[in-house]
């Protein structure tokens, strides 16, 4: 099976968020399980071409593509994924990916992705590689779909060439004036009120997406049936219900070998399951780094995250009076909105023992946070998948989750499952989304934590549990075969 992964973010290249995570580390499973996987990636000007050994290639040469009228040239640059023998294929376009940060609110940011997506389809042309699935990934890539089955038709290159798309999350949509159709080169015939690209009056490169792919995967089950409902699908359910025998929910896998307390290069102090003395180690360090006392019996609950109504701050800051009440010290990692940013910054100003902030992004304190903390705090309104709390379980980390998505399929509350008679809790969670449902969760996991016993039981159960790639690469094999059998012309 030859697999195109389309991606706009990888680690270790590029990151904003848990996509990165996936398409570092999905591949080299795919590969394991017989796939000839080739990735591709925008060459931002924030990749370090040297330290990632990017090279021009130069038998792609340089390739005018049209992008709003205007022909831009393209070239590019190849690297190997680290440890696995997986070629990156870089697209560079100077004019469109030569910016501070990875996603922008430029006026031409939907130019940037038509283009990637044009870009891909023409090196897969220089190369003459014929992938069975195109895997695209999000609304950055839901163009790519139709631009095989339409723009691209003629070339006999793609007639076995089918689509995979995978939703990370349906909360950005790539919502774009008419004027896309323009840009893009899209038949105005494709354009009309509840047609396959329209949203609003707007072009919805997400809705392209799922009305062109051949099969339309997300990162969880629960996820995968929520988007069909009003309240998670965000204006996307009807679309999503027409296609729902196409439409897969897929557990996101993580990748034990950068994400293990025993090896972890960012920790100063390795932990098993069998002895935990360099978690404690851990968590001392942490808290030093910030100035706040530790503790043994005082829980230091996490927070690594996209500060963003999706994860939960809104209703974190409408309880925040009643969580500072708590005997528990907070060590918060993340940006996004001002507001939340501003309410983190002025509480560890006013709780300097209690809170530490720290705004911006940091790798390796996450990873610290991860081993450090008692506790992970994930409060999401939605969460497709989420990779932190699978973290977090096996870090011995409990983590305390809003059960939605993929948190409700990774998270088994203690106290529930105590009261069905089942042992295997491994965190806390909590329905309501509110600020009170919330705290009651939070203060439930600080008195279970006073039990040293039980809190090493939660430790323990989590721990134990593996969500490697391994099943979940099966799974998107499986997905691919189906996306060829389902492939359909336009
Ligand atoms: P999402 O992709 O919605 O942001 P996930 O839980 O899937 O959520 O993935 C988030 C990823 O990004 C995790 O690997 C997490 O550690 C990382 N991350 C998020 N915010 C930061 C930050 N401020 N600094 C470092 N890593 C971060
Ligand atoms: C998105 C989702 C997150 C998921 C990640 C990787 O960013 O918000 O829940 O884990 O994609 O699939």
């Not at 163009?143 to 339409?150: A, S």
């Not at 935990?276 to 001392?284: A, H, P, T």
């Not at 503790?295 to 500072?324: C, H, T, W, Y």
Request: net charge negative; glycine share 8%.
């Amino acid at each position: 099976m030859k697999v195109a992964f389309v991606t706009t973010e990888c680690v270790p290249y590029a990151k904003t968020g848990g996509l990165a995570d996936v398409a570092g580390s999905l591949p080299a499973e795919l590969v394991k399980l017989g796939c000839e996987v080739k990735i591709f990636l925008p060459k931002y000007s924030l990749i370090d071409e040297n330290r990632h050994g990017l090279k021009h290639n130069w038998d792609i040469s340089e390739m005018p593509i049209r992008i709003n009228g205007v022909i831009r040239s393209v070239h590019v640059y190849q690297s190997k994924l680290p440890n696995t023998d997986i070629n990156v294929y870089f697209v560079d376009c100077p004019h469109y990916f030569y910016r501070h940060i990875i996603y922008t609110n430029d006026p031409d940011e939907d130019e940037r992705f038509i283009l990637f997506s044009k870009a891909v389809i023409e090196t897969l042309q220089r190369l003459q590689w014929a992938p069975d699935v195109i895997n695209c990934n999000d609304w950055q890539t839901g163009l790519l779909p139709l631009f095989i089955k339409d723009n691209y038709s003629w070339d006999r290159l793609f007639d076995n060439t089918a689509t995979l798309f995978t939703i990370h999350n349906i909360g950005y949509q790539g919502l774009f004036s008419k004027s896309v159709l323009f840009s893009a080169e899209i038949r105005e015939g494709l354009f009309y009120p509840g047609g396959p690209i329209e949203q609003d009056g707007a072009v919805s490169f997400m809705k392209a997406g799922i009305s062109f792919a051949d099969i339309i995967n997300t990162v969880s089950n629960t996820y995968a049936h929520e988007i069909l409902t009003p309240e998670y699908g965000a204006g996307l359910e009807a679309t999503l219900v027409q296609r729902e025998a196409d439409l897969f929910g897929i557990l996101n896998g993580v990748d034990y070998n950068i994400w293990n307390p025993e090896t972890d290069k960012h920790l100063p102090y390795h932990y098993t399951i069998n002895d935990f003395s360099g978690k404690y180690l851990n968590k001392k360090y942490l808290l030093n780094h910030f100035g706040i006392k530790p503790d043994e019996n005082i829980p230091l609950i996490g927070i690594v995250s996209r500060m963003v109504v999706q994860k939960g701050f809104d209703i974190f800051a409408d309880a925040i009076n009643e969580m500072m009440s708590l005997d528990a010290q907070w060590i918060i990692l993340g940006s996004g909105e001002d507001r939340f940013e501003e309410l983190f910054r002025k509480l560890s100003n006013l709780l300097p023992g209690k809170v530490g902030t720290y705004i911006g992004y940091n790798n390796e304190l996450s990873h610290l946070i991860e081993a450090g903390a008692d506790m992970f705090l994930m409060p999401s309104r939605y969460e497709p998948c989420g990779l932190n709390q699978i973290y977090s379980l096996k870090y011995g980390t409990a983590p305390i989750v809003r059960k939605t998505g993929g948190l409700a399929d990774t998270v088994k509350d203690w106290d529930e499952q105590n009261h069905f008679g089942f042992k295997d809790g491994n965190g806390f969670s909590f329905y309501d989304y509110s600020g009170f449902a919330l705290y009651k969760s939070v203060e439930r996991a600080v008195n279970v934590f006073k039990h040293k016993d039980i809190w090493k039981k939660i430790q323990t159960n989590g721990m134990k549990l593996d969500f490697s790639w391994t099943r979940s690469a099966e799974k998107y094999l499986e997905l691919y075969k189906l996306a060829v059998e389902n492939r359909q012309r336009l």
